[in-house]
């Protein structure tokens, strides 16, 4: 093996031109890349394994076609070949004219390019051109080694399509975020003089005699009820895009809620002369009774609306682990194409209009039932016939029985009734001089003792000549750059205790909620309406 002293023997006279011409053989065979070899005028002279593989064809089928026969596309390169012959004045070898033009040495020149297979199909490649030079740099031909781009090209695609969806979403959630602001806004400025009526036509009432006067003011009080509920669903859909919605779940009878629908919505169906059917249940569901009751209105509210004759209906029954509640209707119906857009934002179907005593409506009703069911998990699914009618369903888990409890429900006092907390002092602050006058003169009405503020500094200055009240009603936004909040914390401060605060807000943050909690403060969204204010100062 090894020589005299000790070093490998040299190679034979030749030996070094043999193994060169195996290293070569073995790069040209071994390599990944398609390697095509043609002579000056373009003819194929060989082609290595990889090119074979890659283009369905065998050596023999390739070797001796030039090159733009069957592997490249020939409108480009004959278009390119005519102007690069007008040009330079000479013939450039085919198969090479877009990418050898005056031929260096030692210079490749590289482009994407796309190859033919056998089968026809196609693929990308990326494809270097070298000239081969011979004595007297005469032009032996040309080498062309080729990287396949399929996989490159599909991870752009991907990476393209990845960032337009990435795009897409941040303009949904721009328009998202914008729409949620100019709701809240909206509803914001809407609230203020709508609070003030409510309170306004509360206090009215013990003052309103005779048939006629009485009337007017039931139909005052059914359209401010009217727009309260526009408001609030305006609310509802600001609030339940900031996140600040949270379910309270727990087991309880759904026959409760039922009652409560029946009550509530039978007159309104006698009024459109409709039939109206609740069947009873006795099951027990896991839920939150709040949010589930305003998915079932606002399904019932729409099959009011779209109902000119017939019937609706809600009934309930055990399905796979469920109660299924449904709610069904003889109305317009929904188109198959439609059934979907339903539940998006002031989507209103068109037969709004022509249902008699049917009100148009802002169309988001359905997007509200769609949140909640999320946020609840509860499914909700619909079945319509245009022409026939529509059944919504939602799916509600089955609860335990024993873990259930009747809650007492608070009844609103009538108009004329003497409060049982009458005499207590109550401290109203509200910057709106037309709001804080209304307040205060329909807590005085149900028999509290009020001393009223317009700004915090007016406040604390009341309390100088006064005895602490007892409850403390504010708005959260205060003229004076202060806030309800604020106020709060001051008066614990001055050691202004005991007491209940309630915080009166169109602010649906759920950092508010969180400070408000931490005071023991409740909080009422505006417009609030005279039994819910009355409720909260009985402490209920």
């Given at each position: 093996?090894?020589?005299?002293?000790?070093?490998?023997?040299?190679?034979?006279?030749g030996?070094?031109?043999?193994?060169?011409?195996?290293i070569?053989?073995?790069i040209?065979?071994?390599?990944?890349?398609?390697?095509?070899?043609t002579?000056?005028?373009?003819?194929?002279i060989?082609?290595?394994?990889a090119?074979?593989?890659?283009?369905?064809?065998?050596r023999?089928?390739?070797?001796g076609?030039?090159t733009?026969?069957?592997?490249?596309?020939?409108?480009?390169?004959a278009?390119?070949?005519e102007?690069?012959s007008?040009?330079?004045g000479e013939?450039?070898?085919?198969?090479?004219?877009?990418?050898?033009a005056?031929?260096?040495?030692?210079?490749?020149?590289?482009r994407?390019?796309?190859?033919?297979?056998?089968?026809?199909?196609r693929?990308?490649?990326?494809l270097?051109?070298?000239p081969?030079?011979?004595?007297?740099?005469?032009?032996l031909?040309?080498?062309?080694?080729?990287?396949?781009?399929?996989?490159?090209?599909a991870?752009?695609r991907?990476?393209?399509a990845?960032?337009?969806?990435?795009?897409?979403r941040?303009?949904a959630?721009?328009a998202n975020?914008?729409?949620?602001?100019?709701?809240?806004?909206?509803?914001?400025?809407?609230?203020?003089?709508l609070?003030?009526?409510l309170?306004?036509a509360?206090?009215?009432?013990p003052?309103?005699?005779?048939?006629?006067?009485?009337?007017?003011?039931?139909?005052?009080d059914r359209?401010?009820?009217?727009?309260?509920t526009?408001?609030?669903?305006?609310?509802?859909?600001?609030?339940?895009?900031?996140?600040?919605?949270?379910?309270?779940v727990?087991?309880?009878?759904?026959g409760?809620?039922l009652?409560?629908?029946?009550?509530?919505y039978?007159?309104?169906?006698?009024?459109?002369?409709l039939?109206w059917r609740?069947t009873?249940?006795a099951?027990?569901v896991?839920?939150?009774?709040?949010?589930?009751?305003?998915?079932?209105?606002?399904?019932?509210?729409?099959?009011?609306?779209?109902?000119a004759?017939?019937?609706v209906e809600?009934?309930?029954?055990?399905e796979?682990?469920?109660?299924?509640?449904?709610?069904?209707?003889?109305?317009?119906?929904?188109?198959?194409?439609?059934q979907?857009?339903i539940f998006?934002?002031?989507?209103?179907i068109?037969?709004?209009?022509?249902?008699p005593?049917?009100?148009?409506?802002?169309?988001?009703?359905?997007?509200?039932?769609?949140?909640?069911?999320?946020?609840?998990?509860?499914?909700?699914?619909?079945?319509?016939?245009?022409?026939?009618?529509s059944?919504?369903?939602?799916r509600v888990?089955?609860?335990?029985?024993?873990a259930?409890?009747?809650?007492?429900?608070?009844v609103?006092?009538?108009?004329?009734?003497?409060?049982?907390?009458?005499?207590?002092?109550?401290?109203?602050?509200?910057?709106d001089?037309?709001?804080?006058t209304?307040?205060?003169?329909?807590?005085?009405?149900?028999?509290?003792?009020?001393?009223?503020?317009?700004?915090?500094?007016?406040?604390?200055?009341?309390?100088?000549?006064?005895p602490?009240?007892?409850?403390?009603?504010?708005?959260y936004?205060?003229?004076?750059?202060?806030t309800?909040?604020?106020?709060?914390?001051?008066l614990?401060?001055r050691?202004?205790?005991?007491?209940?605060?309630?915080?009166?807000?169109?602010?649906?943050?759920?950092?508010?909620?969180?400070?408000a909690?931490?005071?023991?403060?409740?909080?009422?969204?505006?417009p609030?309406?005279?039994?819910?204010?009355r409720?909260?100062?009985?402490?209920?």
């Amino acid at each position: 093996m090894g020589g005299d002293d000790g070093h490998l023997p040299l190679p034979e006279p030749g030996a070094g031109e043999e193994r060169e011409r195996a290293i070569r053989k073995a790069i040209f065979d071994g390599a990944s890349h398609l390697i095509i070899a043609t002579d000056a005028t373009g003819t194929i002279i060989d082609v290595n394994p990889a090119a074979e593989r890659a283009l369905g064809y065998r050596r023999d089928e390739l070797v001796g076609l030039c090159t733009p026969i069957r592997l490249h596309d020939m409108s480009e390169i004959a278009a390119e070949a005519e102007r690069l012959s007008a040009e330079l004045g000479e013939r450039i070898p085919p198969g090479f004219e877009v990418f050898v033009a005056r031929p260096r040495r030692g210079h490749p020149t590289e482009r994407e390019w796309t190859y033919l297979r056998k089968d026809g199909s196609r693929f990308p490649v990326l494809l270097g051109v070298s000239p081969l030079y011979g004595k007297g740099d005469e032009l032996l031909g040309f080498v062309g080694v080729s990287t396949d781009l399929t996989e490159r090209k599909a991870h752009e695609r991907a990476v393209i399509a990845a960032e337009a969806e990435a795009l897409a979403r941040k303009e949904a959630e721009r328009a998202n975020d914008a729409k949620t602001r100019f709701l809240a806004a909206a509803s914001h400025d809407l609230r203020q003089p709508l609070q003030s009526a409510l309170l306004f036509a509360a206090a009215l009432a013990p003052h309103v005699a005779g048939p006629r006067g009485r009337e007017v003011l039931g139909s005052l009080d059914r359209s401010l009820e009217s727009l309260r509920t526009l408001l609030d669903r305006l609310l509802d859909i600001s609030k339940l895009d900031a996140g600040v919605v949270k379910p309270v779940v727990a087991a309880f009878p759904i026959g409760r809620l039922l009652d409560e629908l029946d009550v509530a919505y039978a007159p309104r169906a006698a009024f459109k002369g409709l039939a109206w059917r609740v069947t009873p249940a006795a099951t027990t569901v896991r839920s939150d009774p709040d949010l589930l009751g305003r998915i079932l209105r606002n399904l019932i509210e729409n099959a009011l609306r779209y109902t000119a004759q017939g019937v609706v209906e809600v009934n309930a029954r055990t399905e796979g682990g469920a109660l299924l509640i449904e709610v069904r209707d003889t109305g317009a119906g929904i188109a198959e194409d439609s059934q979907e857009a339903i539940f998006q934002e002031f989507h209103r179907i068109g037969t709004a209009d022509t249902v008699p005593g049917g009100d148009k409506g802002l169309g988001l009703g359905l997007a509200i039932v769609r949140r909640l069911s999320h946020l609840l998990d509860h499914p909700v699914t619909v079945r319509s016939t245009p022409g026939a009618g529509s059944v919504f369903a939602v799916r509600v888990p089955l609860g335990d029985a024993s873990a259930a409890h009747q809650a007492p429900q608070p009844v609103p006092a009538a108009p004329g009734e003497a409060p049982a907390a009458s005499g207590k002092r109550v401290l109203v602050v509200d910057d709106d001089p037309l709001l804080c006058t209304a307040l205060s003169s329909m807590i005085r009405h149900w028999g509290y003792e009020v001393v009223d503020a317009g700004s915090r500094a007016e406040a604390e200055a009341k309390l100088d000549a006064v005895p602490p009240p007892e409850l403390v009603v504010t708005d959260y936004r205060l003229g004076d750059g202060t806030t309800g909040i604020d106020l709060l914390a001051a008066l614990a401060r001055r050691g202004v205790t005991p007491m209940r605060g309630i915080l009166l807000t169109g602010e649906t943050g759920s950092a508010l909620l969180d400070e408000a909690r931490s005071l023991g403060c409740a909080v009422l969204h505006k417009p609030v309406a005279p039994p819910a204010l009355r409720q909260a100062l009985a402490g209920n």
